[in-house]
């Protein structure tokens, strides 16, 4: 019952978003799992993803808002730690996790997402620099994704596989729902600001830009996505 009142309170765009970041998941592990190989992945995004999550909700170990907010957090932590553990280590999917391709030096992004957490902040205390940090680093944690992504289209002619695609827009459609639902929050909830988050948001929702347009062109044209090599 609890469960049915915090989604009624909650505006379509934050669940849209919601279930989309799940469905990106659910998605990659599909893939995963019927295909027996991570081809395609990029395991330093998946890492960072983890990251991401680690240090965001840190607060399940002493703040409790709702059961759906808990159930979603600890959701998100095992699934990304359970896809980093099967790329890693778990044959024979590690066996097809071609390190070659994702290549992306991600201290390029930790580092300065760390910097920027330490002096941009909402107020300087240890689980906010946390906070802060996850939300910057989840901005651009895509990008060596998207560089798999480019790799392998130029062995395969530009074609994109179809359930690598389909991960990569449902995780891009999770942002831009949520870019939504900052809109509706921000008509609907007087004196409600975040400029960190929506900066971030904005920057994370361009990144994607280019990956959407092919898609769409794509899905509507009815045939595989492909990308200009």
């Not at 009142?5 to 919601?18: H, T």
């Not at 799940?22 to 992945?41: P, T």
């Amino acid at each position: 019952m609890f469960f049915t009142f915090k989604l009624a309170i909650m505006n379509i765009f934050r669940i849209s978003g919601d279930f989309l970041h799940l469905a990106s998941i659910f998605i990659l592990l599909l893939k995963i799992y019927a295909q027996k190989n991570c081809r395609g992945i990029s395991l330093k995004t998946q890492a960072l993803y983890l990251l991401v999550f680690l240090t965001r909700y840190i607060d399940l170990l002493y703040d409790f808002s709702s059961l759906y907010n808990s159930v979603m957090k600890v959701i998100f932590i095992v699934t990304s730690g359970a896809i980093v553990y099967l790329m890693q280590f778990a044959h024979p999917y590690c066996d097809t996790y071609d390190k070659k391709a994702d290549n992306f030096y991600v201290p390029y992004l930790i580092v300065p997402c760390a910097v920027l957490a330490i002096f941009i902040n909402e107020y300087f205390s240890f689980i906010e620099i946390l906070w802060t940090f996850s939300i910057y680093l989840e901005a651009v944690a895509i990008i060596p994704q998207l560089v798999v992504v480019h790799a392998y289209a130029k062995q395969e002619g530009g074609f994109v596989e179809n359930l690598t695609s389909h991960y990569v827009f449902t995780l891009g459609g999770y942002r831009a729902m949520y870019l939504l639902n900052w809109v509706y929050r921000l008509l609907t909830e007087p004196g409600y600001r975040n400029w960190i988050v929506w900066i971030a948001g904005l920057v994370q929702t361009g990144i994607y830009c280019d990956f959407f347009y092919y898609y769409t062109i794509a899905n509507v044209k009815g045939k595989k996505m492909t990308l200009p090599i």
